[in-house]
């Protein structure tokens, strides 16, 4: 093979064997850097027999991009950045590429796309699964904004998918994840941007029920160029004894619309840090940090439609204000993604109102003293959730995917991965069974 082949023993093995949460040990990881070698790439792997990963930015909590004594896809080389069509916002992205690079790549054209929050997250891993990030309310996910994608299939041909060409892929990929090939290149219809109002207003612990139930609210009837977060008890920050952060991005430089719509916030409760500011969009991204040897990060995630956000949140607060509590991060969405219908895509939860992401972290002693409050806190929260998404999971069993997909979802799926890949060769990820 013409691939950059790296084996055990070779420089750098180590690196490329491990992804960002997960470490690995290979039997080679491959490193295309064209499309013919990663069609050389697919072909090896099918015919080795071995285990197959793919690895876009590697930020998978359920470490899809590695394995052990199986074969590695590296995408990392396949990262270009092109503006195709300046006056459509026309970009093509390689397979490969990180947020980070995609979005300062843009900037310069004061052009954006609606993405996650981490700078060296893939494109790949965050599209095909959802993208949930600063602009979801105005502009919809990383996926909504997708119109075409070149794609590596399990026998090595090249399709391109698009609403006018294999469009039963195109609809599987966003929101089916890696479950279909490689796609070498996405190409997005990016939209026109201005520098953003940024920041944090924190509060008092003591005040976690009041401002989160305030912050729902607030966050169901505001504009939609307001997207947010609510963080509470972060073990790293005193538990349930942390502040309560509200983490926000208004979509626009004017300071008076901004004002009206942050405004409302900051009234919930007693701030106690407060450092909004204008800065341009690519800086609201930040770095993704690699957890040390031996740290875990447990994740879980669900989502609360309309009609149970008031009862979600009572038990949240409730959870988050008592000792042992995991670390909460609660998502807005709503807005523009709502705006698509139900199957359009694959991704299938476009009714929900918020995302809620649980996480506990540390070594193994640590992660099984904090598992009771985690399952005590997802007990509760059971009546209230449904479904889950696939970005923010730790694990990949029969239940996570059935959550993830409901079942005329996944039955459509299903069908999809049987014409496309009947042997299921890319089955590291939230895998579907060729139907």
């Known amino acids: 093979m013409n691939v950059d082949i790296i084996e055990p023993g070779s420089p750098g093995y180590d690196a490329a064997g491990r992804t960002v949460l997960v470490a690995g040990n290979p039997a080679c990881v491959l490193r295309p850097t064209s499309l013919d070698e990663v069609r050389e790439s697919v072909a090896f792997a099918a015919a080795s027999g071995l285990d197959l990963a793919v690895r876009g930015g590697g930020h998978a909590f359920a470490g899809f991009g590695t394995n052990d004594g199986g074969v590695v896809i590296d995408l990392s080389r396949l990262n270009a950045v092109e503006l195709l069509d300046k006056d459509r916002h026309l970009v093509r992205v390689g397979g490969g590429a990180t947020w980070g690079q995609v979005a300062a790549a843009l900037a310069p054209h004061g052009l954006a796309i609606s993405s996650g929050d981490t700078r060296s997250v ?27 994608a070149d794609v590596v299939t399990a026998d090595g041909q090249l399709v391109r998918a698009s609403e ?23 190409e997005f219809a990016a939209h026109p941007t201005t520098d953003v109002h940024f920041g944090k207003i924190a509060f008092p612990a003591a005040q976690l029920a009041t401002v989160l139930a305030g912050w729902a609210g607030h966050l169901r009837a505001a504009p939609e160029e307001l997207t947010s977060i609510a963080l509470f008890a972060n073990p790293f920050a005193g538990g349930h004894r942390a502040p309560v952060e509200i983490h926000l991005s208004f979509d626009g430089d004017d300071p008076r619309a901004a004002a009206a719509a942050i405004d409302p916030i900051r009234a919930l409760g007693t701030v106690i840090d407060d450092d909004v500011a204008l800065k341009p969009y690519a800086d609201t991204l930040v770095d993704g940090l690699t957890p040390p040897p031996g740290i875990r990060l447990v994740t879980r995630s669900a989502f609360a439609e309309p009609a149970s956000v008031t009862d979600a949140v009572r038990v949240m607060a409730e959870a988050g204000a008592a000792p042992g509590s995991p670390f909460f991060a609660v998502r807005s969405v709503g807005g523009a993604v709502s705006r698509v219908p139900a199957g359009a895509t694959a991704y299938a939860h476009r009714t929900a109102e918020l995302m809620i992401q649980t996480t506990i972290a540390g070594p193994q002693p640590v992660i099984e003293a904090a598992t009771p409050g985690l399952l005590a806190a ?29 079942g005329p979802t996944y039955r459509r799926l299903a069908e999809v991965k049987r014409g496309y890949d009947p042997a299921n060769l890319f089955a590291a990820n939230h895998n579907i069974a060729p139907g």
């Open 164 to 186: 006018q060409d294999d469009a039963e892929l195109f609809w599987a990929l966003r929101g089916g994840g890696g479950n279909f090939g490689i796609v070498t290149a996405f």
């Open 378 to 406: 997802w007990d509760k929260l059971a009546p209230h959730v449904t479904g889950a998404y696939a970005n923010f999971l730790a694990t990949a069993t029969e239940q996570d995917v059935a959550a993830i997909y409901p």
């Open 122 to 148: 893939g494109v790949g891993g965050l599209t095909l699964s959802g993208g949930i990030g600063w602009k979801v309310r105005k502009y919809g996910l990383a996926l909504d904004s997708l119109v075409a």
